[in-house]
């Protein structure tokens, strides 16, 4: 948040969905055009959204965008969300915010965000400071991707970052020694994967503003940490950007998706499977 003159109190609003927490947490972050928090509360993927503004409008945006998703009919269950709305005395929450993210190790990667020194280990050191653009290590589709690229040889591979947001697994790659092209169709991706990659210093082959029908080469390895209904929607531009022995790995997929995901891929034969918490995460081959 940028704030010129701290007021006295500011508003906490926690955000709990009975589901499908990546719409709503692509709905907060395109509505405050500010970060948001992710924790875990009662078990269940929830928000914390903070502002000096009364945040009465955006529980109202909430409440329609719930009904909207449930007018729509694509979810087995009713979606419902709760809201708690808190004024609490203003502190130095960049500061506390900055605590509150540290490095964490994935497979073969130690990733920090810049405020923290480099660490002596022998890890491939990738430095992201959270912000708006997904990716930052701590979400458990980030991380399962991180360890399942550091067991693949990546050296001298083509490969395609699909919606690369931060562009955490763009950098992982081609650390691995992989020639990399990323996209995604958010222009604010695009540009924290450009600037990432700078701090960083790696460069991709090609990097744009789009998806992946914009392409037409054929790689050896599509990167896609996305959701299950867009990886469905993909599929065929998974399937035609592939060749024999391409590897596809899928994250982002919701442990009740996982049978309609692989519906759409039955030409390919899974390498790994790996669960972390809810969220599921597939390494495919194509045959």
């Not at 609003?13 to 924790?39: H, R």
């Not at 519906?263 to 390494?283: A, G, P």
């Amino acid at each position: 948040m940028r704030v010129n003159c701290l007021k006295e109190f500011y508003y906490k609003l926690l955000v709990i969905p009975s589901s499908v927490a990546e719409l709503f947490a692509d709905f907060l972050l395109e509505y405050t055009g500010e970060a948001i928090e992710e924790i875990c509360y009662e078990q269940k993927e929830a928000f914390v959204v903070y502002s000096e503004n009364n945040l009465q409008p955006l529980i109202d945006a909430l409440q329609e965008f719930v009904q909207r998703l449930n007018a729509m009919g694509c979810h087995e269950e009713e979606v419902t969300c709760r809201y708690l709305l808190s004024s609490e005395k203003q502190q130095d929450w960049i500061s506390q915010y900055q605590q509150g993210v540290s490095p964490v190790e994935c497979g073969d990667f130690y990733v920090r965000p810049s405020w923290y020194p480099p660490h002596s280990c022998s890890l491939d050191e990738i430095v992201i400071d959270p912000a708006l653009a997904f990716g930052s290590g701590h979400h458990e589709t980030t991380s399962s991707c991180l360890e399942i690229l550091s067991e693949c040889d990546l050296e001298n591979r083509t490969i395609l970052d699909v919606g690369c947001g931060s562009g955490i697994l763009s950098i992982a790659a081609m650390k691995k020694g992989a020639i990399v092209s990323a996209c995604d169709t958010d222009m604010l991706a695009y540009e924290e994967s450009q600037k990432n990659f700078q701090i960083n210093n790696v460069k991709a082959q090609e990097l744009w503003h789009g998806s992946l029908n914009d392409s037409k080469v054929i790689y050896d390895f599509i990167l896609a940490n996305l959701v299950s209904t867009v990886i469905i929607a993909l599929a065929l531009e998974f399937k035609k950007h592939t060749k024999k022995g391409s590897k596809l790995l899928l994250s982002g997929i919701l442990g009740n998706a996982r049978t309609n995901v692989l519906e759409c891929f039955r030409d390919f034969s899974i390498q790994k499977e790996l669960v972390k918490q809810e969220w599921l995460t597939l390494l495919l081959c194509k045959n």
